[in-house]
């Protein structure tokens, strides 16, 4: 295309990451995961994306026994109350998220969050009163430049017309949680979070990964020792 030529690779780069988000606007976009044209994930690769299977608690997403019970669920019910996430956090999906989290890929946004909205579109999530971002420490998120839950959250709220509320703090700075163990995480985010507003009867909580579900069971206790009634996740991908 002449305007391709025009801008030439120097000029891309020295736009920055602003007017490369321009740029895609004006310029046809590939498909980030086999380059075909046309769009950031194209429709081949959104049904080849790992998807959970059909046969999974309602919980916490994990896929159930052949006696249709939860492997973790069913020793221990957790204090949130339904789980809707449709991908399985592997390859190429995990690679994508890595980008997004924690190399400043914030144009994988719109295409991660459209991936689940895909996913729903023959049968939407319960609608909650709002939509709320998993926090990260301030200090967190001065390294990192961003909350990807909150980015979810304002998208997924913008598509479905439902209030995000960033009412939730992270006032302990906790360990990163990758690699620990159930137990070893709940203890991390004992007395993490605080609620600093009154919150509607029915919420969601909002993140990228779902792993042990240590933050999620921890967010939820809390929401509900504050009056919340049902509490759900809205959650990018599942971790097996």
């Not at 913008?158 to 360990?175: E, Q, S």
Request: hydrophobic share 45%.
């Amino acid at each position: 295309m002449l305007l391709t030529r025009i801008i030439g690779s120097q000029g891309r780069e020295f736009w920055g990451n602003g007017s490369r988000r321009l740029a895609s606007w004006l310029l046809p976009e590939n498909c980030r995961f086999c380059s075909a044209p046309g769009a950031a994930i194209c429709a081949d690769c959104l049904r080849e994306l790992p998807r959970l299977p059909a046969d999974r608690c309602s919980w916490c997403a994990l896929p159930v026994n052949d006696d249709g019970d939860c492997p973790v669920c069913s020793v221990e019910a957790p204090s949130y109350d339904y789980t809707f996430c449709p991908f399985v956090y592997t390859t190429p999906l995990a690679e994508a998220i890595s980008a997004w989290k924690f190399h400043a890929g914030l144009d994988w946004t719109r295409p991660l969050a459209n991936a689940w909205i895909e996913a729903w579109a023959d049968a939407a999530p319960a609608k909650p009163d709002a939509l709320l971002p998993v926090p990260a420490h301030p200090a967190r998120l001065r390294e990192r430049g961003y909350n990807q839950a909150m980015l979810l959250a304002q998208h997924w709220g913008r598509h479905y017309g439902i209030a995000r509320r960033d009412v939730l703090r992270r006032v302990r700075n906790t360990p990163h949680q990758v690699g620990g163990s159930r137990d070893q995480r709940r203890a991390n985010l004992r007395s993490a979070f605080a609620v600093r507003a009154q919150l509607p009867a029915h919420v969601a909580l909002v993140d990228d990964v779902l792993t042990t579900g240590s933050t999620a069971e921890a967010l939820a206790r809390l929401l509900k020792a504050h009056g919340v009634e049902r509490v759900d996740l809205w959650i990018l991908a599942r971790a097996l």
